[in-house]
């Protein structure tokens, strides 16, 4: 718990982590166990051997916490749950091996929902060269729980962090934010006016790129491997939370101010239309939403020219959106006006202060 006055405050989600595990283990015991990256990043890093070093994430899938039947199918939930551990690995320059699938089964979910499930998960994996070697299964009382282990590999020394950013680099993003979110909304607002309990994907006003957003993500893992390989990221995080979320982690890591440029900030053209259609602000979707999975870091001005060279020859999106600072760790972010205001630690939370 945290104190203001007489009231007492919950933690957030980052805050409860810090509150159960800091302090637990020392930091000697972690270093002599091999631990290079631990608690506080996108993925774990360890020793591994023959100039390697392993990366390790894992994330869990909740039914009506992440996901719900009237916005993914069974396969579009099991792509996704490892696609999102697959993205941590591509936060750390590294490349995805191998996967533990530990999955608690409710009584709705029959085995013929269970196969299409795993098909999608397969066909994850397949895409991204991932081994898919073992797990659990148990039963749930009433909601399917997934829990997906990646296990990567990455240049000895080289994971990219956090903590990397300095005063006068670059902040880019590997792709537009927003989309997911967008289409998450538009599937609920469809399915809560209609009622009718199908998928929803097809339904002509919701932009099917906003919805392939949310239901199939693309992690970034070519995009990690060039900035590892050029060393071009100072430091890195996906965009899992929300622009605003991740660039906060990385100011707080780094000790530095992110200053984000409103102009510059791509915003797709389903997404401003859909945003538009329904009296929406899209940057609110840009900078809150969540789940698109590219990739938000830092680089050195220099490499500016270079890295847009690069990225344009490869097929991949590249934006600057704004500067490192010295100054207070937060972010702000310079309006159209030329205004500069705060931009709020918001973002998907699972324990919000309240």
Not at 42 to 51: E, K, L, Y
Not at 92 to 113: D, T, Y
Not at 193 to 214: C, I, M, T, W
């Amino acid at each position: 718990m945290t104190r203001r006055g007489n009231a007492v405050l919950p933690l957030d989600e980052f805050g409860l982590i810090r509150a159960w595990t800091e302090g637990r283990q020392s930091m000697q015991f972690l270093a002599q166990a091999g631990v290079t990256v631990g608690i506080g990043d996108d993925a774990a890093v360890v020793a591994g051997s023959s100039g390697e070093e392993w990366l390790l994430a894992m994330d869990t899938m909740v039914e009506e916490v992440h996901f719900l039947d009237t916005t993914m199918s069974e396969a579009d939930v099991g792509y996704k749950a490892l696609a999102v551990n697959v993205s941590d690995i591509a936060a750390m320059g590294g490349i995805p091996k191998f996967a533990l699938i530990s999955v608690s089964i409710p009584p709705s979910w029959q085995p013929e929902r269970m196969k299409l499930f795993y098909e999608g998960l397969y066909a994850c994996a397949d895409r991204y060269g991932v081994a898919v070697i073992g797990g659990d299964t148990t039963s749930s009382p009433q909601h399917l729980v997934v829990s997906v282990t990646v296990v990567g590999t990455v240049e000895a020394g080289r994971a990219i962090r956090r903590d990397g950013a300095q005063p006068g680099q670059l902040v880019f993003l590997t792709g537009p934010t927003g989309l997911s979110a967008g289409g998450l909304h538009g599937l609920l607002d469809r399915s809560s006016k209609d009622g009718s309990g199908e998928h929803l994907g097809e339904k002509p006003s919701v932009p099917p790129r906003l919805v392939q957003a949310h239901q199939r993500p693309i992690p970034s893992v070519k995009a990690g491997r060039i900035l590892l390989a050029q060393g071009w990221g100072a430091s890195l995080n996906d965009v899992s939370d929300g622009v605003a979320s991740e660039a906060w982690e990385i100011a707080e890591a780094s000790g530095v101010r992110l200053s984000l440029k409103e102009t510059q900030l791509p915003l797709s053209g389903e997404l401003a239309s859909y945003a538009r259609d329904q009296g929406l602000d899209p940057l609110e979707f840009v900078l809150y939403g969540g789940e698109d999975y590219v990739l938000l870091g830092t680089v050195d001005r220099q490499h500016e020219l270079a890295m847009k060279e690069h990225f344009r020859a490869e097929g991949i999106p590249l934006f600057f959106i704004g500067e490192v600072e010295e100054g207070q760790p937060g972010v702000v972010m310079e309006t159209s006006l030329g205004a500069s205001r705060p931009i709020s630690k918001r973002g998907y939370n699972h324990f919000p202060k309240g």
